[in-house]
């Protein structure tokens, strides 16, 4: 039996938490699912799974393989796909993960531009909180491409997008006279919880400035901080490409401005489609 389908049975059995499940979901008996399991943990030189009672749990040697395995599996999957578009037998598709801000400010854009160029072209989008999140996503094969804040020691191929700016966004009536953050140190912020990625933007940007904010309410959803700012419950750090042309609240750019590089990245050499994508991305003014 090949690796790969040995890695769909570890995935399986992963995701079912069960031998028992995941031989019936592979439809396959669990005798003969378990002897490729240890047929794989022969190859890899160690157990991957603990076998409990009532759960199986990954070792630490099957931590450091699923997200490889799971990388292998959509790539075959990819491929398989691609083979089938270049005979004709079904229409392209693209997969993108990127992280909430982006999806909200960068990329409406570029995909409607998209669908304007490559209409046979079906996009599925996934969203991430933040950079690790997207990253492990990434590694774990679940999109052909990730748009996002660059990612710290990625090992495939990564391009530069820009840098995205951000602004501080008040009520319409707020009388600040300035955009420098210190000028804002006492007051109460519209800050992000804890897994929004901008919260630590926020945070960094505030330190530099010699203080930290005090959250006056926390947004679990991004696009809710410059709405929750316009109505006055206080300032918030959005990126500019965020706000609509008509938006009611007041906006000020930053004194020093305060940015955060973008960029695109693949696991491996991109296929033509999303290397087309990219260069789409590359076209567009953050």
Sequence with gaps: MSTLRRFEYLAAVVDEGSFTRAAERLHVTQPALSHQIRALEQDAGG???ERLPRAVRLT???RAMLPHARAALADAERAVCAARQAAGLEAADL?????YSVS???????LHEWS???PGVAITLFEHRHTGELREAMLAGQADLAVGPRPPDW??????????EFVLVLAA???AASGRLEDFAERGWVHYAPENGLAEVLDQACAAAGFRPRAAIRAAQTAAAPLLAAAGLGPALVPSNLLPAAFEGRVLRLDPPVRRELAVYTRGTPDPVSAAFADLLAEAEL
């Design 47 to 49: 157990a991957l799974l």
């Design 60 to 62: 630490a040697m099957g």
């Design 173 to 175: 009536d707020d009388s």
């Design 155 to 164: 090992e495939g191929p990564v391009r530069t997008l820009g840098e995205e």
């Design 116 to 118: 304007r160029r490559y």
């Design 95 to 99: 997969r993108v993960a990127t992280v």
């Design 104 to 110: 909200l400010g960068v990329l409406p854009p570029v």
